[in-house]
């Protein structure tokens, strides 16, 4: 057969043969002709088996849907009364010469060819690779990698470099629960799955990077709740001789310019976009996450909002996950720097309650899809804000030894922020959840059902661990 010519360009052949490959769509017998629609990743295109072409027609009798195809065939432009206005290839068909069939399916557990929204989800993710078939999961997916190729693009330009931080690392105090890997190597030690990369980002900045990114995977063990998952994405930023205004204004320009460029459908509600401070959030929408959008009706509409002027440290919920010995905790960051009018309270540790951070966070409809802060760049102030949260000098140095350190050794001032990408997606992509824009997502209840995990491991596994099962 020719070169595989992808959907999308059939219309460039009209009236030439051509090959192509895919999937059956949909499959329609007409007694004498067969009509059948192929899809590959570009596209759909009605083929037409005719009873002359006795191979084809053949063929064509056998196949059902999602059976895979190469196919012979000509590019006949369509009778002037059964062109499709609005449609890829509306105005083609392609005769069916030759079928090849390269893989039958089993009669697939769902339809593919639905937006797939009234298809039990748990069925959806147990044949997840069937699901991401249709239309509507491909568009999600492929507009997720434009996405992040732009982010890549544009802050490549903007000398940012990206450097991978390792995976299997060690427990920090930044709000939740850990996700924990047992060492055979070291027995009785246990490594951390990074809840984010907050610590190598700043390691980076005393390490002279200047201009850090990553998309970087995060683990929370968290309970369960609608948008959120054991693992997700965050694009993460580290630069170094920056005020908040320079974090804030790069990621302002980058989110308009992924709008402007990918999402060109969209309007942003207001740019540049509004600053609320914490305190008004809380008075004027009762949120600090408030949604602004002038018209909650408009799918296009994205209103975009920082809130600044948060409180550094609240008083210590005891109920919650977070390691805290004393009576304050951070509400953000325990890194960040408090807004340089404050410094003083926090070195003297004065009137605790009223010092605000330096803390930017970025708002979507309603939805945080951000947030960051600069940090303290002077050991002397980390360890402040360590003392405030009553944490013990040994302590301190068995956790932070390293942090404390690095800040010391010439580190310069940085800041940074992380997005929470999935959400971010979800927004642009007009999703009710995170989970119909990752690729392959857990359950509400952590479960990836297609692969059954988490699952129990053998016993020469928990052997060689020292690990031994409870009643
Ligand atoms: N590491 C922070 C987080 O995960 C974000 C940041 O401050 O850069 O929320």
């Known amino acids: 057969m020719k070169e595989r010519i992808y959907i999308k360009d059939l219309s460039q052949y009209a009236g030439q043969e051509v090959h192509i490959a895919g999937w059956v769509n949909v499959r329609r017998d007409q007694g004498k002709m067969v009509f059948f629609d192929m899809r590959d990743m570009t596209g759909y295109v009605q083929c037409v088996a005719l009873p002359s072409r006795e191979q084809a027609i053949e063929k064509a009798k056998d196949i059902r849907p999602e059976w895979v195809l190469n196919i012979k065939g000509l590019v006949n432009k369509r009778p002037e009364k059964n062109i499709k206005e609005g449609v890829v290839n509306g105005d083609i068909e392609l005769e069916v010469l ?165 999402y060109s459908e969209k309007e942003i509600q207001e740019i540049p976009f509004p600053r609320i401070t914490y305190k008004e959030s809380m008075e004027k929408y009762g949120t600090d996450r408030p949604d602004i959008r002038k018209d909650k009706n408009n799918p296009n509409l994205l209103a975009f909002c920082w809130v600044v002027d948060f409180p550094f440290f609240e008083r210590t919920d005891k109920s919650d996950n977070v390691d805290t010995s004393g009576e304050w905790t951070f509400t953000h960051n325990p890194f960040s720097r408090p807004q340089d009018e404050h410094m003083a309270m926090l070195m003297d540790k004065k009137d605790i309650g009223d010092i605000l951070t330096t803390q930017y966070d970025i708002v979507l409809n309603g939805s945080e ?97 020292n690990i031994k099962m409870g009643k």
């Open 98 to 262: 030759e079928i090849e069939v390269l893989n039958k399916a089993e009669t697939p557990a769902f339809d593919v060819v639905s937006e797939g929204y009234e298809i039990g989800e748990e069925n959806r993710l147990k044949y997840r690779f069937l699901d991401l078939r249709r239309d509507r999961m491909q568009k999600n997916i492929r507009n997720r990698h434009k996405v992040v190729k732009f982010i890549r693009d544009f802050l490549d330009k903007k000398s940012f470099i990206e450097v991978e931080t390792p995976i299997l690392t060690k427990s920090t105090p930044e709000g939740a629960r850990d996700y924990v890997v047992p060492s055979r190597i070291w027995q009785g030690k246990f490594y951390a799955l990074p809840q984010s990369p907050q610590q190598y980002k700043q390691l980076l900045m005393a390490s002279g990077a200047e201009r850090y990114f990553q998309v970087a995977k995060c683990m929370r063990d968290e309970d369960t709740r609608g948008d959120r998952q054991p693992e997700f994405t965050q694009i993460d930023m580290e630069m170094s001789f920056v005020d908040r205004e320079d974090v804030m204004n790069l990621n302002e320009e980058l989110l308009i310019n992924v709008v402007k460029n990918i």
């Open 369 to 465: 899809i951000g947030g960051g802060s600069i940090r303290n760049h002077e050991p002397e102030a980390l360890e402040k804000v360590f003392e405030i949260m009553g944490y013990e000098q040994e302590v301190v140095e068995k956790n932070f030894g390293h942090m404390i350190k690095a800040l010391g050794s010439g580190c310069p001032p940085h800041g940074g922020i992380a997005w929470g990408f999935d959400r971010f997606i979800m927004l642009l992509q007009n999703e009710p959840n995170i989970r119909e824009v990752i690729a392959f997502p857990k359950t509400g209840e952590g479960k990836d059902l297609m692969m059954d995990s988490p699952s129990d491991i053998s016993e020469k596994q928990l052997k060689e661990l």
